[in-house]
């Protein structure tokens, strides 16, 4: 079984400042990878995936992500944030047994 | 709003008791996805349908059953319910069964075991 580790529970930025949130999973075989956003009370929206081809996976509202095979990592990054930001952020990995596995989720909150 | 709808929106209950939760795909989609949403857990998986078959199972306890129906609605029924069950319930759809389909999720059914 997978496991998928979001190393920072809650993430404080200030609103235009670059943001990453950090993302490892525990098996380097083929996955597929994804970040989801959650906002207050409601169910979670896909930011972007990544399936195969290129390393950069740019997806909505500005967010992008880098799969790094040989560190097991998929990153979340944003050049700049803006208030609207604030959500959880939940990566998630989909082996080829569609099993899905999430990590425990970063608070992003942007302090303007 | 991402088309998919569940009902009921909340749901409290007693222990040991039975409910049952309804999903509503978007339009057109054949898979449905269950997962759990609670605070001890997080957010995990519990199981997947594609056109009224089961496609994939993840950690759905065995109090726990799901089915997809023909006109593509599911329902997830949990049983002899525990204080431990009290989480938010999401539902997803997608057009197909494989990763490359983006699931659209639904707002969720908070269920309370009292």
């Known amino acids: 079984a997978q496991s998928v580790t979001q190393l920072d529970s809650q993430v404080p930025v200030f609103e235009e400042a670059p943001v990453e949130l950090r993302c490892n999973y525990s098996s380097s075989v083929s996955v597929y990878l994804f970040w989801y956003v959650q906002y207050p009370n409601q169910g979670l929206q896909l930011l972007l995936k990544y399936l195969s081809g290129s390393t950069l996976v740019k997806g909505i509202n500005g967010f992008e992500a880098e799969f790094n095979k040989s560190q097991t990592s998929f990153h979340l990054r944003k050049p700049s944030v803006h208030i609207s930001d604030t959500a959880e952020y939940f990566c998630?990995?989909?082996?080829?047994?569609?099993?899905?596995?999430f990590g425990t989720g970063t608070s992003l909150t942007v302090i303007p | 709003d991402s088309g998919v709808t569940q009902t009921p929106k909340h749901l409290i209950t007693a222990t040991g008791q039975r409910v049952t939760l309804r999903c509503s795909p978007r339009s057109g989609d054949l898979s449905v996805y269950w997962y759990q949403q609670s605070l001890d857990q997080g957010l995990q998986f519990l199981i997947q349908?594609?056109?009224?078959?089961?496609?994939a199972k993840g950690n759905i306890l065995e109090r726990f059953s799901a089915q997809q129906f023909p006109d593509l609605h599911s329902e997830l029924n949990l049983s002899s319910l525990e204080l431990g069950d009290s989480a938010l319930y999401f539902c997803?759809?997608?057009?197909?069964?494989?990763?490359?389909?983006?699931?659209?999720f639904g707002p969720g059914t908070r269920l309370t075991v009292t």
């Open positions: 997803a759809s997608s057009g197909g069964a494989g990763p490359s389909y983006e699931q659209y």
């Open positions: 998630a990995v989909r082996d080829t047994g569609n099993q899905f596995y």
């Open positions: 349908y594609y056109n009224g078959e089961e496609r």
